[in-house]
């Protein structure tokens, strides 16, 4: 697969990354280097081996479902760049019909 | 609209699991707590957190499973579903993307004239998100309410085997009966706890093909989803009858305006970019795990349904209405496992019982009203210790205060009058003032006996015994 300037604009949309052109064209090399080299692995026979969900070989870790103790409010609320009513506060957003 | 179209329906229903804790963090998932008390690093999304499974959410989203008959996958594992919104701290949201924990389900749903089987694709296990408060005294900013951010969800998919709002609704309410007998979710619709999207679309009769769908959001309620179903089938209707072709979209139900509206340009093509959730390990469940839960599974509603009708000879009609709750079952069984006569049960907690939750809104389990005071209460009427005329006052006075009916009978006085004597006084005082009644039934007219016992239980306040009022007062005007 091979990712063009146009690919790099949609990704950089969906991150939110605002990318100048110069940007745009040196992520698209390295886009593309990265995907080269990750390539590689498609030499080799895959044909019997399960896909790999997780690194690590380890399942089933859980815990029991007792309440601890939460964060204080104020230490929670404490990096937020605007807060009110105990609340987190965003720049409005509204879901609306037309 | 009429004979023109079929119409195919499915449904999407979001179920919070009734854990205490989230998901992945040991916050509390109590609902109405103030703003932002129940987070922690993990729920808030901060950097170098790591999300550990709630053990309880999985084997209630596998009891889920069973119960709605699916397969249980014995490798499963979660996914981040990519997207920006201020509800989502982590700009991800941790779900299952192609290895959901149930697949391949399905329910028999029963409405008024027919019965049909809807399919379940899948059941998955996701988070939720926080809440948006538009309102209140900020004009230029949302506030995020971030204590519901990790509520245990598990998300009930079918396939498109659904063809009329009524089987739409009668689906969900099989389901939301399913939930709460599991005891997995509380299903409270006003609380968000259940919550439902459909897709909609239509084709003209005898086509193979599915027609375009919307997809329909916001409804908060069984009579708004129906509504809102009603109301979008004949809005495409309109569209193909006009010539022109529905739209791949998603639609907003406005509830007060009863009308669909499109989201369309408000909503940004969506590229969730799934990938395997790194900080989570996969999921194995085993046989031995499945039967341990299986176990756990009581009596579902269609199966209790027709033991009461087996096993205590009650009509459809009523084991249909008992069963529908868990909690009013329960209390029905309790009450003739102490008092052995199902029909008059049923007819006091379908009847009065039912009657009195409604007015103040409660649910049985909210109420003073216990079983065996029921069963007390219809001994003393077998007994004729009160007439079914005090039992209501009698029934009233339980629900209200709680009391035992014996109580309730002594300190009111509402003891029936049985005694000969007692009763013959207030008869004898009841011939004397009516004259008038007492001719008539002498000059054979019959119905004027049942003004006469009218008499007298207004002057014992409804006391007395009916059949001997009745009895006596033949006797002593023949």
Redesign the interface.
Known sequence: MKIDQATVEKVAMLARLELASDEEEKMTEQLNDILDYADKLNELDTEDVKPTAHALPIKNVFREDVVEESLDRDIALKNAPEKESGSFKVPKVIETGE | MGADYEVTIGLEVHAQLD???KIFC???TEFGA????????VC?GLPGVLP???????EYAIKTGLALNCDIAS?S?FDRK?Y???DLPKAYQISQFD?PLCTDGHINVKTEDEEVRVRINRIHMEEDAGK???D???D???????NRVGTPLIEIVTEPDIHSPAQAVAYLKELKSILEYLEVSDCNMAEGSLRCDANASIKPKGQEELGTKTELKNMNSFKAIEKALKYEIKRQAKVLNAGKEVIQET??W?DDLGKT????G?EEAH?Y?YF?E?D?????VDESWLEKIEEDIPELPTDRKARFINEFGLPEYDAEVLTDSKDIADFFEATVNKHDDPKSVSNWVMGDLMRLLNEENLEINEADITADGLAEMLALMDDGTISSKIAKTVFEEMFKTGKDPDTIVEEKGLKQISDEDELGNVIDGVIENNPDAVADYKGGKDQAIGYLVGQVMKETRGKADPQLTNQMLREKLS
């Open positions: 854990t205490n804790t040991s916050c509390s103030e703003p932002n008390v129940h987070t922690c690093p808030l550990v499974l709630n053990k309880k959410a999985v490798f594992k990519n920006f919104y201020p290895l948006l408060v538009h209140g005294t900020t230029e900013g949302s506030l995020v309410d971030y639609r907003m406005d509206f499109s989201m369309r408000k590229d970019r395997p790194p989570l390990v996969p999921m194995e």
